[in-house]
């Protein structure tokens, strides 16, 4: 006998463990086509994390053992990284790279110089798109591509908070099919493989997020992480600091000017997040772990999992920060 699984997560319904994934109530279990976990997502807001590891190179092996597959590999726009380069490039099938949150960046970086920086430092390939399932925006464009490449099968990866659901639920939404896969902004959403038959033609399979263990989901509350990330285009702040003041955000961040001329700091994060220029003689945060960064040039501080801090000039900076494993530094992308 075939067992039911979620909708949602992908994970077996069962009902006699509430502490395991795929738990479902036995009065409900016949006509349950989510999990108490899911459906509490959708439904009321409610978030947990599966207590699963995810087994990235696993899903890689397979996929790329798969040989009438294709990759579509979902980078958030705000957090282009080295761990991305790096799963990106395990990939052997064709591959397509499909940069997500565009909406939320400002205006003014165009999409040309988006994918021209991720083609110089990412992955040298001419299948790069910005989207937005928010928007609706190249979507069917992506779609048409797909077709006319012929993919039979296409799986939907990348980390956590990358849009992959989101995408999916629109994909399936414009298809006049009904949205199956739960989203949200937590580790671990999608439990297994969730493969929809989209078309005679065309199978898409979601895929478990992979885990970047550098992001800021690993070290802070997830009802705060859902408050971090923007739902609509950034106003970037930002500010001339000179030497002996700092930058701190909320109680997550200070970023101290050690160098002895001002530099520009403009923050790619929430605006709503909190803002304050100090004086150094304020202590604030100074308990939070310590770092010190240097670069050389324009270059971009980036926050894993909040966003980045573009440095227009050459300069040297003190970070504090709740864990210093969510700082690296890049060229930078504007």
């Given at each position: 006998?075939?067992?039911?699984?979620?909708?949602?997560?992908?994970?077996?319904l069962?009902?006699?463990?509430?502490?395991?994934?795929?738990?479902?109530k036995?009065?409900?279990?016949?006509?349950?086509?989510?999990?108490?976990?899911?459906?509490?997502?959708?439904?009321?807001?409610?978030?947990?994390?599966?207590?699963?590891?995810?087994?990235?190179?696993?899903?890689?092996?397979?996929i790329?053992?798969?040989?009438?597959?294709?990759?579509?590999?979902?980078?958030?726009?705000?957090?282009?990284?080295?761990?991305?380069?790096?799963?990106?490039?395990?990939?052997?099938?064709?591959?397509?790279?499909?940069?997500?949150?565009?909406?939320?960046?400002p205006?003014?970086?165009?999409?040309?110089?988006?994918i021209?920086?991720?083609?110089?430092?990412?992955?040298?390939?001419?299948?790069?798109?910005?989207?937005?399932?928010?928007?609706?925006?190249?979507i069917?464009?992506?779609?048409?591509?797909?077709?006319?490449?012929?993919?039979?099968?296409?799986?939907?990866?990348?980390?956590?908070n990358?849009?992959?659901?989101?995408?999916?639920?629109?994909?399936l939404?414009?298809?006049?099919k009904?949205p199956?896969?739960?989203?949200s902004?937590?580790?671990?959403?999608?439990?297994?493989?969730?493969?929809?038959?989209?078309?005679?033609?065309?199978?898409?399979?979601?895929?478990?997020?992979?885990?970047?263990?550098?992001a800021i989901?690993?070290?802070?509350?997830?009802?705060?992480?859902?408050?971090?990330?923007?739902?609509?285009?950034?106003?970037?702040k930002?500010?001339?600091?000179?030497s002996?003041?700092?930058?701190?955000?909320?109680?997550?961040?200070?970023?101290?000017?050690?160098?002895?001329?001002?530099?520009?700091?403009?923050f790619?994060?929430?605006?709503?997040?909190?803002?304050?220029?100090?004086?150094?003689?304020?202590?604030?945060?100074?308990?939070?772990?310590?770092?010190?960064?240097?670069?050389?040039?324009?270059?971009d501080?980036?926050?894993?999992?909040?966003?980045?801090?573009r440095?227009?000039?050459?300069?040297?900076?003190?970070?504090?920060?709740?864990?210093?494993?969510?700082?690296?530094v890049?060229?930078?992308?504007i």
């Amino acid at each position: 006998m075939n067992k039911k699984k979620c909708l949602g997560c992908g994970s077996v319904l069962q009902s006699d463990n509430a502490s395991k994934d795929g738990f479902v109530k036995l009065s409900i279990y016949d006509k349950a086509e989510y999990c108490e976990r899911c459906f509490k997502i959708m439904h009321y807001g409610e978030y947990s994390v599966l207590d699963k590891k995810i087994d990235a190179d696993g899903i890689i092996r397979n996929i790329n053992s798969d040989n009438i597959s294709s990759v579509a590999f979902l980078v958030d726009a705000l957090n282009i990284n080295e761990n991305t380069k790096k799963y990106i490039n395990k990939f052997k099938n064709r591959k397509y790279i499909l940069v997500t949150k565009k909406d939320v960046l400002p205006k003014s970086i165009k999409e040309k110089k988006l994918i021209e920086y991720i083609r110089n430092n990412v992955c040298d390939t001419e299948n790069i798109m910005c989207i937005s399932s928010v928007k609706n925006y190249n979507i069917d464009n992506f779609l048409k591509r797909i077709e006319k490449d012929n993919v039979r099968r296409l799986y939907i990866v990348g980390f956590t908070n990358s849009g992959k659901s989101t995408f999916i639920n629109h994909i399936l939404t414009s298809q006049l099919k009904k949205p199956v896969i739960t989203t949200s902004s937590v580790p671990n959403t999608t439990a297994s493989y969730i493969a929809i038959k989209l078309n005679s033609k065309l199978t898409i399979v979601d895929t478990p997020g992979f885990i970047d263990e550098k992001a800021i989901y690993n070290f802070v509350d997830y009802n705060k992480i859902i408050k971090y990330y923007p739902k609509k285009e950034i106003k970037v702040k930002t500010f001339q600091v000179k030497s002996g003041y700092s930058v701190v955000i909320n109680d997550i961040l200070r970023i101290e000017n050690l160098s002895d001329k001002s530099n520009s700091l403009s923050f790619y994060m929430n605006d709503r997040l909190r803002y304050e220029k100090l004086n150094n003689k304020n202590s604030k945060l100074k308990y939070l772990n310590k770092m010190e960064i240097e670069v050389e040039e324009e270059s971009d501080i980036l926050i894993n999992g909040l966003g980045f801090i573009r440095v227009t000039k050459p300069g040297k900076f003190e970070i504090n920060i709740i864990d210093t494993k969510l700082v690296s530094v890049r060229k930078s992308m504007i």
